[in-house]
C-alpha cells in the first residue's frame, strides 16, 4: 500500500541526496503499486544511499501534475541530476528504466 505522504529516503536527514526521483501517482491502482516496487528496488541495487523518491498522489493534489507536465500516471521524474527525464509506466523493464534514468549506458 502506497501511503501518499510517503519519501523513501536512503539517506540521513542532513545529506543531500544525489538523485531526486519523484513518481507520480493516482491512488492505489495496481500500475502505481507496481511501479513504486520496481523504483525502490533497482535504487537500492544501483544508486544505494544516494538517492530519495517522492510520491506525488495526483488524486490528492493535482495542481502538482502541471508542473512537471505529467500527462500519464505513474510517471517517474529524474529531478537531479538534471537533465529531466521521464519514464511512463509500471517501470518493469529494468533495462529500459536505468537507460531512461542514465543510470547505465545505452549497450
Known sequence: M??????????NENDAAEWQLLLY?????????KALSNI????????????SIEIIDLLKTPQLAEGDQIL????????????IRK???DLSN??????????????
Open 40 to 51: 525502490k528496488k533497482y535504487a537500492e541495487e544501483h544508486l544505494k544511499g544516494k538517492y
Open 25 to 33: 501517482i493516482a491512488g492505489q491502482t495496481p500500475k502505481s503499486i
Open 2 to 11: 502506497i501511503n501518499s505522504e510517503e519519501t523513501a529516503l536512503t539517506l
Open 87 to 89: 519514464i511512463i509506466g
Open 72 to 83: 500519464a500516471v505513474p510517471t517517474l521524474v529524474r529531478r537531479f541530476p538534471e537533465p
Open 94 to 107: 529494468e533495462e529500459r528504466v536505468l537507460v531512461g534514468l542514465n543510470i547505465r549506458p545505452l549497450k
